[in-house]
């Protein structure tokens, strides 16, 4: 255990197993990483960041649970690229296939992204936010949330990024058809791209976490 190892501290709000629900890895069971605070606060985030919500852990207790993973990993939050840096990428880099670091997109990470480019999947979310520049050449995959109001032109700069685009509609505590209606309205819509798709939070529908 070196140095690094024990005062490299991340706020880690829940670390744990299951099926990935959205995007490009839908389906696949997947170890996530939940990252503690965010820059921004949306209202219909479904992941509540509270002010004591969370366990501070070294890089060498995350190793620990590193060790007993060698599957897909989804680094979420909160923000996690607030907190993901490069030691912590060189030993998950080591122990899986993939790893998938969802993002709102507006902060510039702590570590060369062309580095590991070849083992990160980065599904950026927007949320009406400038995407920092820095970022953008390494976006594998847009995940735009829908609600009833969405118009077409909000998604138009996304899908003519040629990236792949998820379109996701927002779900409460219940299914709201509106939202699902308008989604599938807009996957119709776009479908000549190719790069446009459903993306319906399958954990919930199967009743995972």
């Not at 024990?6 to 197993?17: D, G, L, R, T, V």
């Not at 960041?49 to 995350?62: A, P, R, V």
């Not at 709102?104 to 992204?113: A, C, P, V």
Request: aromatic share 10%; glycine share 4%; proline share 2%.
């Amino acid at each position: 255990m070196n140095t690094t190892e024990i005062i490299k501290i991340y706020k880690i709000q829940e670390i744990f197993e299951s099926i990935q629900g959205e995007g490009k890895y839908s389906g696949y069971l997947a170890t996530f990483i939940r990252f503690h605070g965010c820059n921004l606060s949306c209202s219909f985030c479904d992941t509540p960041q509270g002010k004591n919500d969370y366990k501070e852990l070294s890089l060498w207790s995350l190793r620990q649970v590193i060790k007993k993973a060698d599957q897909l990993y989804v680094l979420t939050g909160g923000e996690p690229l607030l907190q993901v840096d490069t030691e912590l990428l060189e030993n998950l880099y080591t122990n899986c296939r993939k790893i998938v670091i969802e993002t709102n997109g507006t902060i510039k990470s702590k570590f060369n992204l062309e580095r590991f480019q070849n083992c990160l999947w980065i599904t950026c979310s927007p949320k009406n936010k400038e995407i920092d520049s820095s970022l953008i050449p390494f976006i594998d995959e847009y995940k735009i949330l829908v609600d009833k109001d969405t118009k077409k032109e909000e998604i138009e700069s996304y899908i003519n990024t040629l990236k792949m685009v998820s379109l996701q509609p927002i779900i409460d505590h219940v299914w709201d058809s509106e939202n699902l209606e308008r989604a599938v309205e807009l996957v119709s819509t776009n479908y000549r791209n190719g790069n446009a798709h459903l993306s319906l939070q399958i954990h919930k529908i199967i009743g995972v976490k």
